[in-house]
């Protein structure tokens, strides 16, 4: 089996019970929140659903500040409903975290000193409206890949998060893409701004499903215990075959000179991301990074009184129901 080629992050587990776990993963059996699991399954599961949920909260950042800007009324509802589509994502996947034993507020303590990541795609600026379409259409759609797939993940509580949230994120992707056609099938300075936002948006797209397997520090000990369901590489490839023939139909030029269709693979050869510029985001240095981790702070900061007022409360109503017993 591909899992017992891999050596368990929990060096300190008994061999035993580390066996009779694998063996409900490979028997594709659910984990839930009580079951007995490895230290580092808990572990690369936090981080994992940790970044995952970040990156749904800071994803609103790019998006939200077009709410007031878009062309139409129609437009503004839209994509009202889809910020705060990108709210409740959060939301189920930091209750999930949660099943874990880490706290929301720990979580995010760790995002705003920088110890947790979100996607790299939101330290990137939204300039136009047609941005929006090609975040829509390109960055869900990237998300979409990689989380359908996490509808199978070994762990109860995030492949139940994850049915509601594909559902709702396959909405977001047409929302995108409906925008680029209108803006593709529009003037010449439309048409223009689509191809500028498909420009700047293909690569850092493609870095969404994380380094390529070669130089993927988690991929291994994530597939063998049914975290990750495909390889980062898998998926990226999988999504490129989809979105080539999107953009022909829209007439927009994927950004790449060597793409070619392969049939021996049967699928695109595409030329790779610059991963020094992957890594240099993660550092910190991207365009937005600062701007992104500023919004949160502040309004962690803004919220401190509503959360001191809800323990406040919550500890009173437990005061009284404990004087009543």
């Known amino acids: 089996m591909y899992a017992q080629m891999v050596k368990s992050e929990a060096t300190n587990d008994d061999p035993e019970q580390l066996a009779a776990f694998q063996a409900r993963i490979d028997a594709d059996d659910k984990i839930e929140p009580k079951d007995w699991m490895p230290a580092g399954y808990r572990k690369t599961l936090i981080r994992q659903i940790g970044q995952h949920a970040h990156s749904e909260i800071v994803g609103q950042l790019p998006e939200g500040n077009w709410i007031t800007r878009a062309p139409t009324l129609e437009r503004k509802a839209i994509l009202l409903a889809k910020v705060q589509d990108e709210a409740g994502h959060g939301l189920y996947?930091?209750?999930?975290?949660?099943?874990?034993?880490?706290?929301?507020?720990?979580?995010?303590?760790?995002?705003?000193?920088?110890?947790m990541k979100y996607s790299s795609i939101f330290n990137y600026p939204t300039l136009s409206w047609a941005d929006i379409g090609a975040v829509g259409w390109?960055?869900?759609?990237?998300?979409?890949?990689?989380?359908?797939p996490l509808q199978r993940t070994s762990y109860g509580p995030y492949s139940r998060a994850m049915i509601r949230i594909c559902k709702e994120e396959s909405f977001h992707q047409r929302q995108g893409y409906d925008i680029m056609m209108k803006m593709a099938q529009g003037t010449e300075a439309q048409k223009k701004m689509a191809q500028d936002a498909m420009n700047r948006f293909w690569y850092p797209a493609l870095m969404?499903?994380?380094?390529?397997?070669?130089?993927?520090?988690?991929?291994?000990?994530?597939m063998a215990w049914k975290i990750k369901i495909n390889t980062n590489d898998e998926l990226r490839q999988k999504f490129v075959d989809q979105t080539v023939p999107q953009a022909k139909y829209l007439g927009l030029t994927i950004p790449d000179d060597t793409l070619a269709w392969n049939e021996e693979?049967?699928?695109?050869?595409?030329?790779?991301?610059?991963?020094?510029?992957?890594?240099?985001?993660?550092?910190?240095?991207?365009p937005c990074n600062t701007d992104r981790l500023n919004a949160r702070n502040k309004a962690w900061d803004d919220g401190a009184w509503v959360r001191e007022g809800l323990l406040a409360h919550a500890e009173k109503k437990n005061a009284v129901r404990h004087a009543a017993e």
Not at 102 to 108: F, G, Q
Not at 138 to 148: F, S
Not at 265 to 286: H, R, T
């Open 138 to 148: 390109l960055v869900d759609g990237a998300a979409i890949m990689n989380q359908v």
């Open 93 to 115: 996947l930091y209750c999930a975290a949660e099943t874990l034993g880490v706290t929301r507020d720990e979580l995010t303590e760790m995002l705003l000193d920088g110890r």
């Open 208 to 222: 969404m499903f994380g380094p390529s397997d070669k130089e993927s520090v988690h991929s291994a000990q994530s």
């Open 265 to 286: 693979k049967g699928g695109y050869d595409f030329a790779e991301p610059d991963w020094s510029e992957f890594f240099d985001v993660l550092k910190g240095n991207g």
